[in-house]
Every structure is written in structure tokens, then in C-alpha cells.
């Protein structure tokens, strides 16, 4: 199992043989891996999910952005412009 966290939040590439799935709920994730209530693995599982929702959220400084971005939001809105038509 692997968590990525995205700008939606957590997403989680679950594989077992043959198979491998991404998902974005917690709850599809555990109801997908089959661990009945109770079970060591679950309760482990569950602790995981829940440290990865007390993790703190990135913070964008937003003078950083414009100076290391190449995004829209690093771009001067009243630079020099021309309509070319």
C-alpha cells in the first residue's frame, strides 16, 4: 500500500496479486481489503489512516510561487500586453 497525498486530499494505491487499485475514500479502502472488525491488521491499518489525516497540509508561501513557479499564478497580470488578431 502507498499514500500519496494530492490537492483532493489522500489517495492510496492498494495491490494485492494480480490486482491493483487506487482510492481516494477511506472507507472503499478498507472495505476492499477484506479485514474483519477487530482483526490486528485492521486496527493497524486504521491507525495509519488516521496519522496520515492528522499530518499538517503544505502551505503555499505565495512569494515563493512567484519566484520558483512557472504556473499561471507566477506571471505578472499587469506586465506589458498585446491582442494579436
Known amino acids: ?7 483532493d486530499g489522500w489517495g492510496f ?4 496479486p494480480n490486482v491493483s487499485v487506487f482510492f481516494l475514500d477511506r472507507k472503499e479502502l478498507i472495505r476492499w481489503t477484506g479485514y474483519s472488525k477487530g482483526l490486528p491488521t485492521r486496527v493497524a491499518l486504521e491507525e495509519w489512516l488516521d496519522s496520515l489525516a492528522e499530518a499538517p497540509q503544505i502551505q503555499k508561501d505565495p512569494t515563493l510561487l512567484k519566484e520558483q513557479s512557472w504556473g499561471p499564478e507566477a506571471h505578472d497580470d499587469d506586465g506589458p500586453t498585446k491582442m494579436i488578431t
Not at 500500500?1 to 490537492?7: D, K, P, S, V, W
Not at 494505491?13 to 494485492?16: A, D, G, L, N, T
Open 1 to 7: 500500500m502507498e499514500a500519496q497525498r494530492g490537492h
Open 13 to 16: 494505491y492498494v495491490w494485492r
